[in-house]
């Protein structure tokens, strides 16, 4: 299956799929990694495993509707299987979500439906939660409202900021992220009905 990854930033997320590539684990190929920022350390990532990588910048576009269309253009033109959404910081036009729909994951550092939206780990830590973690789900025209696929669960320590629990949390990220992605590619993930299914079973 052929996956393309969009990225804003550090990219580790898709370093941990570029990883489980490069061991054998997770049967993808990585066709492209798309940026909306320029510049950023994801972009290098990807330069090193030798992935096609391009940069999409939105504030040479006049509007949301005119970026997600090139968007979808750019990413079409690697005819991919799968969209993998990778601290992609961009909010997404209805008519990009659907095209994509049941073939597009996010990962977003919260235990949804809790704490959907930004600053998850502050608000996690305010709301005196006693754990925190982080959701896979197909993408949606509902902001980090698709259907969940897995999700990771740590714990909140008395001593926490922000800081320390989005690293506690980001290393879940690795492990569910690669594994989500793999549970498509051998087609035991789908999304039917709106329900994310898995190896038959409705999640
Ligand atoms: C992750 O914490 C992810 O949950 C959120 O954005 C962050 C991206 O990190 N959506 P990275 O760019 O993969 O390092």
Redesign the pocket.
């Known amino acids: 299956k052929r996956v393309v990854v969009l990225?804003?930033?550090?990219?580790?997320?898709?370093?941990?799929l570029i990883d489980g590539v490069q061991t054998g684990e997770l049967p993808v190929e990585l066709a492209a990694v798309i940026s909306n920022r320029p510049g950023?350390?994801?972009l290098e990532r990807a330069s090193k495993a030798n992935i096609p990588a391009d940069v999409l910048d939105h504030k040479a576009f006049a509007d949301r509707e005119t970026f997600d269309r090139a968007l979808m253009e750019k990413i079409d033109s690697y005819q991919p299987d799968l969209v993998v959404?990778?601290?992609?910081?961009r909010i997404l036009t209805s008519e990009f979500t659907q095209h994509y729909l049941g073939r597009m994951l996010?990962?977003?550092?919260s235990l949804l439906p809790k704490f959907q939206g930004l600053h998850?780990h502050q608000r996690a830590i305010d709301a005196c939660e006693s754990h925190h973690g982080?959701t896979v789900h197909f993408v949606t025209a509902e902001l980090d409202g698709g259907p969940a696929v897995v999700q990771a669960c740590v714990p909140i320590f008395a001593g926490d900021d922000a800081s320390s629990l989005?690293k506690r949390?980001?290393r879940q990220?690795?492990v569910i992220y690669p594994l989500a992605v793999k549970w498509f590619a051998e087609d035991d993930l789908r999304m039917i009905d709106g329900k994310s299914v898995l190896k038959g079973e409705p999640l």
């Open positions: 990225i804003s930033g550090s990219g580790s997320n898709l370093q941990a950023v350390l994801g959404l990778a601290g992609f910081m996010n990962i977003h550092p998850t982080v989005a949390v980001q990220e690795h």
